[in-house]
């Protein structure tokens, strides 16, 4: 496992957004734009069950991501990675930990109107790139 340098771990602290890549059924890669977190340890990823990139980590754990430094794109940090967990403890808190970061709310104004529940994604960097 390798560690986020710390001169790159602000990027987990501001409204930096990530491309998250999975891997479709087929084998083909699905990109999706989300939110990111760090605990330290796992890159975390918020979303709720039976969503597209849910599904996709579950039937296979290997992942990638990309999160730009929103002023200056030049400056970047990309993991590749496998998911040690997907769980819905904590779920809301870090959604919520996630709004107010990105959206200055105290909570994620879209809770109970989901087709299912939170779900946090943590991911095991294994390859850890950077960039500015």
């Known amino acids: 496992m390798e560690s986020i340098p710390d001169a ?8 930096s957004f990530a491309n998250f890549a999975t891997v479709m059924p087929d084998g083909t890669p699905q990109v999706t734009p ?5 605990d330290g340890d796992h890159v975390l990823v918020n979303t709720v069950r039976g969503r597209q990139k849910e599904e996709n980590v579950r039937r296979n754990p290997k992942v990638g991501l ?6 200056d794109p030049y400056r970047y ?3 590749r990675g496998e998911v040690d967990e997907v769980t ?4 809301v808190e870090h959604i919520n930990e996630l709004t107010r970061r990105y959206m200055a709310r105290d909570e994620y104004p879209n809770l109970g109107e989901e087709q299912g529940p939170r ?14």
């Open 119 to 132: 779900v946090v994604v943590r991911i095991r960097p294994e390859r850890v790139v950077t960039s500015g």
């Open 88 to 91: 819905e403890e904590g779920a």
């Open 34 to 38: 989300v939110w990111v977190g760090y």
């Open 77 to 79: 940090v990309s993991i």
């Open 66 to 71: 990309s999160v730009f430094d929103p002023d």
């Open 8 to 15: 790159f771990t602000d990027l987990f602290e501001r409204k």
